[in-house]
Nanobody, 118 residues
Framework: QVQLVESGGGLVQAGGSLRLSCAASGIIFSINGMRWYRQAPGKQRELVATIRSGGITNYRDSVKGRFTISRDNAKNTVYLQMNSLKPEDTAVYYC????????????WGQGTQVTVSS
């Protein structure tokens, strides 16, 4: 049974920083793309950042220059460093990964709340 477990959310003032982590555990043969999504109250879930297995990254325009996605393949972990946070970054953040284990499936974490106060 593969699981994704997120940590690192919390309450921070505008302009502050947070670092999210998401660790995959279980029987894992390989992990392809790893992603961070977020969902604010009353809004659709949106893709924030992607990192491919080779390290290529992509970001939504609103976070470019402020957020950095990275991964540690030895630890099956993806990170999201968030700097210069804004109130509009407030959301539940979810990690997502396509993982080849006993089965090859798309997995989601449980979500971690990020709240940015003005």
């Amino acid at each position: 049974q593969v699981q994704l477990v997120e940590s690192g959310g919390g309450l921070v003032q505008a302009g502050g920083s947070l670092r999210l982590s998401c660790a995959a555990s279980g029987i894992i043969f390989s992990i392809n793309g790893m992603r961070w999504y977020r969902q604010a109250p009353g809004k659709q879930r949106e893709l924030v950042a992607t990192i491919r297995s080779g390290g290529i990254t992509n970001y939504r325009d609103s976070v470019k220059g402020r957020f950095t996605i990275s991964r540690d393949n030895a630890k099956n972990t993806v990170y999201l460093q968030m700097n210069s946070l804004k109130p509009e970054d407030t959301a539940v953040y979810y990690c997502n990964a396509y993982i080849r284990g006993v089965e090859a499936l798309d997995y989601w974490g449980q979500g971690t709340q990020v709240t940015v106060s003005s």
